[in-house]
């Protein structure tokens, strides 16, 4: 099993700046796709932003050119780096840890909840 801890939610003005962390240990596959998911209230969970093993990146249109995320190996954790925040990515943040090594499995963390003020 995978397990996910996420850190770095918190409130934030618009403009602003906050830093996800998403730390996984357990049984880490060499071939696989980390990503950051969000939910709003009343909305479906969708895909932020995702990192392959090779380093293969890819954004939600809405957050192109705002966000970048990242990842340091040596500690087996994953960034989201969430500039020019708006009131719309008021969410929760859901890491996420794709296995893609033989049958596909995906891992959660608890989420960790990102607020925008207005």
């Known amino acids: 099993q995978v397990q996910l801890v996420e850190s770095g939610g918190g409130l934030a003005q618009p403009g602003g700046s906050l830093r996800l962390s998403c730390a996984a240990s357990?049984?880490?596959?060499?071939?696989?796709?980390m990503g950051w998911y969000r939910q709003a209230p009343g909305k479906q969970r969708e895909s932020v932003a995702t990192?392959?093993?090779?380093?293969?990146?890819n954004y939600a249109d809405s957050v192109k050119g705002r966000f970048t995320i990242s990842r340091d190996n040596a500690k087996n954790t994953v960034y989201l780096q969430m500039n020019s925040l708006k009131p719309e990515d008021t969410a929760v943040y859901y890491c996420?840890?794709?296995?893609?090594?033989?049958?596909?499995?995906?891992?959660w963390g608890q989420g960790t909840q990102v607020t925008v003020s207005s």
């Open positions: 990192i392959t093993s090779v380093g293969y990146t």
């Open positions: 996420n840890y794709r296995s893609l090594f033989g049958t596909v499995r995906d891992y």
């Open positions: 357990g049984s880490i596959v060499a071939i696989y796709t």
